[in-house]
């Protein structure tokens, strides 16, 4: 689990909480289902207008991802990068055959299996960034999908308030439903708010981390394998692997490494 979403979600959760009673009110006054209904149903299903029942039913497996610690392998991926172009240098290519199963990384191996089979290198480059290309599609239009309800959360909130004014107005003659009608508006508004800003946006942020991760471990796996391929030094190959790496993975592969 991701230690930061969780203490941020809880933490930010008890900030909000604490600064009700701390400006004199309770939870229950913030609480109202008609408010409910308009702000998170309302949007969800203004959203579903524009995608399918699976997708959006989807989503909500993505929103969990925000709260995972996702782990691409990229230290491992590099080792097994460099013991893959030794062994290639002292034993040819056709010898890393043999090894392709091993690995555990579905992308590299099918990089690796055209290496194998001599396939051009502009090809096995341009099959690979495709398929990279596809990956970041998908992922943006989850994102796009976060980002749209973050944008209409507030804009039914504000639907709410205004709904809850031509109420209001409409029965000025009653005094003693002004108060209620109109903290009913402002609640709604302060939902969509809440969902957007709280919630939805931050979630959305994550995630595109996420994304930014993986897709840099799948373009270090594309230059690893164009230079196996190409037959580069395992010391020059270190060098462009270390390139997409942090300094204290970079350390570390050195370690387990070392350039003579």
């Not at 203490?7 to 701390?22: E, K, P, R």
């Not at 491992?76 to 990068?81: G, N, P, R, T, V």
């Not at 480059?125 to 990279?132: F, G, P, V």
Request: aromatic residues 6%; hydrophobic residues 45%; contains cysteine.
């Amino acid at each position: 689990m991701d230690l930061a979403s969780i203490i941020g979600l809880a933490a930010g959760m008890f900030c909000i909480v604490a600064s009700m009673y701390a400006s004199g009110g309770v939870v229950t006054t913030y609480l109202d289902a008609a408010s409910a209904l308009m702000t998170i149903g309302g949007s969800f299903f203004a959203l579903m207008l524009n995608y399918s029942i699976k997708e959006m039913l989807g989503m909500f497996n993505i929103l969990g991802r925000a709260f995972k610690v996702p782990d691409f392998g990229e230290m491992k991926i590099a080792e097994s990068l460099l013991s893959l172009s030794e062994r290639a240098r002292r034993e040819g290519i056709l010898s890393l055959e043999e090894e392709i199963e091993s690995v555990d990384s579905a992308f590299m191996k099918r990089g690796l299996r055209m290496v194998v089979d001599s396939t051009d290198p502009e090809v096995i480059k341009s099959i690979l960034e495709t398929e990279l290309s596809q990956m970041n599609e998908r992922h943006g239009r989850w994102l796009k999908m976060i980002d749209q309800w973050a944008k209409l959360a507030p804009g039914m909130g504000m639907l709410g308030t205004v709904q809850g004014l031509i109420a209001m107005m409409k029965n000025l003659e009653d005094k003693s439903r002004i108060g209620p009608n109109m903290a009913v508006a402002l609640i709604t508004t302060y939902y969509g708010a809440m969902m957007a800003n709280f919630l939805l946006t931050p979630m959305m942020g994550k995630l595109a981390n996420h994304d930014a991760a993986e897709t840099k471990v799948r373009e270090m796996v594309i230059e690893g394998v164009l230079s196996i391929q190409q037959g580069d030094n395992p010391h020059i190959l270190q060098m462009k692997l270390s390139s997409y790496l942090s300094p204290e993975s970079q350390k570390k592969l050195e370690e387990l490494h070392p350039q003579s």
